[in-house]
């Protein structure tokens, strides 16, 4: 499958967090200062919408 050239899957991609992968939660707890569990308890009650986690995270 060639490459189309669009970076709209990698935009959506970053958009969100997946809780079950470490590497995604390890850099999400570095960036917020959370613990990766506090990070995988955001994901469950916010979604994996990232700036939802991030807000869920900062309060």
Do not use: I, P
């Amino acid at each position: 499958m060639a490459n189309s050239g669009t970076t709209l899957g990698r935009s959506q991609d970053r958009a969100k967090v997946a809780g079950k992968q470490d590497h995604e939660v390890r850099y999400e707890a570095d960036k917020t200062g959370a613990s990766k569990d506090e990070v995988k308890a955001a994901v469950k009650a916010a979604g994996n919408d990232r700036s939802k986690v991030e807000e869920k995270l900062r309060k």
